[in-house]
């Protein structure tokens, strides 16, 4: 039995929902659009209403598109790049202003907001999965939009994603059984496998050539793991067809450095934090003043009773 729950929000899959997901015509009293930060602390709402977490951490991408993962794989997230910047991600303008708005009310919530330098939000949900599995061993539910963190499902340890494909009021439940449903894979790691050797290309990973999500699948489901894919290819085993194999040999260069990419850290330095859902308020009288001057007060209100009614 597990002694509580891990909310871990993908921070910024979640604000860009509610971004796009909410008018724009929310707007402060002196006309900023807010539409993303009262998107954002609706969702956090009623994740608390809904899921009763013990604990809650808002991850952040203090660097969405990491040195490590480029030096591996120079077209990681390229697309999404600001015209004439080899570092800044391409955010709509309307938006922009938005977050460190987020950042001021998560922090006179109290609600721990993590992030890591030279890391993705995904590193760090990956590293407190990590430390769940070895040390509390809370139940973990990962709020995301991004499929990338399927990888993290795991039955035995309690990690189950929460997909927010159909928003927040009906996440689906991504455990063991949804990716053998709905992928051929019977864990999280052969979702990572598969996922390598698909490719993304909405992440900029060619993934091999010829090979799509099914046969990638078939080849995880056979061999076991990428490891044992390339196994049977450099062995020259008959499971695997001749165009198969050609393939895998011609993506040799990529299939070698995708792994590094494509998996998610789980040694980020995120040191102590104190991510115990807030009983009361961290700066009752600064989230007053934020509430008023960018027009948040129900959806503050929402949170606030969430986060009483919640212990």
């Keep these: ?74 077209s990681y997230k390229e697309h999404r790049l600001q015209a004439g910047s080899t570092t800044v991600e391409e955010v709509p303008d309307l938006l922009l202003p938005q977050v460190p708005v987020i950042v001021e009310v998560l922090e006179a919530l109290g609600i721990a907001r993590v992030g890591v330098p030279g890391y993705e939000a995904d590193d760090v949900i990956g590293t407190f999965v990590a430390r769940e599995r070895t040390g509390a061993g809370d139940a973990v539910d990962v709020v995301t939009g991004d499929r990338d963190l399927f990888q993290l499902v795991d039955d035995e340890h309690h990690v189950r994603v929460l997909y927010t494909v159909r928003g927040i009021k009906d996440l689906e439940v991504v455990d063991q059984a949804r990716l053998a449903e709905r992928y051929a894979v019977s864990s999280g790691a052969g979702y990572a496998d598969m996922a390598a050797l698909r490719g993304d290309p909405s992440d900029g990973l060619p993934g091999v050539p010829g090979i799509g999500e099914k046969t990638a699948a078939a080849l995880v489901h056979r061999y076991g793991s990428l490891d044992g894919i390339l196994a049977a290819r450099d062995a020259g085993d008959p499971g695997l067809t001749a165009t198969q194999r050609k393939r ?33 308020v961290a700066d009752p009288e600064r989230l007053v003043a934020l509430a008023e001057r960018w027009g948040l007060a129900s959806s503050v209100k929402r949170v606030v009773d969430a986060l009483a009614n919640a212990h």
């Design 1 to 74: 039995m597990t002694a509580g729950r891990l909310l871990l929000l993908d921070s910024a899959s979640l604000y860009f929902r509610a971004f796009f997901g909410v008018p724009d015509s929310v707007k402060a009293p002196d006309g900023t659009p807010v539409n993303a930060v009262r998107g954002l602390l609706d969702m956090i709402a009623r994740l608390v209403v809904d899921r009763r977490p013990t604990r809650l951490v808002a991850c952040w991408d203090d660097d969405w598109r990491p040195a490590f993962r480029v030096a591996a794989i120079p």
């Design 248 to 280: 895998l040999v011609e993506a040799a260069d990529y299939l070698a450095v995708a792994p590094l990419v494509v998996r998610v850290a789980q040694d980020a330095a995120v040191g102590d934090v104190d991510d115990w859902l807030p009983r009361v």
